[in-house]
C-alpha cells in the first residue's frame, strides 16, 4: 500500500460462494485470508470484505444523476478507460446484467466520466467508472 492510505469495507452477502465467484472469477479481485463466514479481497490495493448475514441486502433507495436513478448506498472504484472497457466486456460476458449501462456521463462538461452499475449475487450495488481526465474527480 505504500504508505498511503487505504479504505477498508466490509459488505454483507448471503453466498460466500457466489461471492467468491463473483469478486474472485468475474471481477478478478486476489482472494486474501478468509473463514467460514468472510472473505478479505484486494481490490486495487483496498480491503474488501465480504461478510456472510442472515438477512438480505435491502437497497435502501435511489438519486437521479444525468437522467438515470442512482442506486443508494453503491461503492466501486476510479479505474482508467481501458481498465474500465475492459471490465465492462468481462461483465457482460459473464452475463452481469447492467443496472445503468456502461455510458459516458457529464460529455464535454467538468467530470466528464466513464460510468456503469450492478450488482453482486446478493445485491450489493456497484459502480465502476473512469474519468477522461483525472484531475476533474473533484471538479465543480
Not at 7 to 17: K, T
Not at 41 to 65: F, I, K, M, S, Y
Not at 96 to 123: H, K, N, S, V
Amino acid at each position: 500500500m505504500g504508505g498511503r492510505p487505504a479504505v477498508h469495507l466490509a459488505i454483507p452477502v448471503d453466498d460466500l460462494e457466489a461471492a467468491r465467484s463473483f469478486y474472485g472469477g468475474v471481477l478478478g479481485l486476489a482472494e486474501g485470508r478468509s473463514s467460514d463466514h468472510w472473505i478479505d479481497w484486494n481490490l486495487h490495493g483496498h480491503q474488501l470484505v465480504t461478510h456472510v448475514v442472515a438477512r438480505p441486502v435491502t437497497p435502501v433507495g435511489d438519486n437521479e444523476v444525468d437522467g438515470h436513478d442512482v442506486p443508494i448506498p453503491h461503492y466501486g472504484l476510479l479505474l482508467t478507460t481501458d481498465e474500465f472497457h475492459a471490465l465492462a466486456e468481462r461483465l457482460r460476458a459473464a452475463g452481469t446484467t447492467f443496472l445503468i449501462e456502461p455510458y459516458l456521463r457529464f460529455p464535454g462538461r467538468p467530470g466528464e466520466q466513464w460510468t456503469m452499475f450492478f450488482r453482486d449475487p446478493a445485491g450489493n450495488a456497484l459502480e465502476f467508472k473512469a474519468f477522461r481526465d483525472e484531475s476533474q474527480v473533484f471538479a465543480k
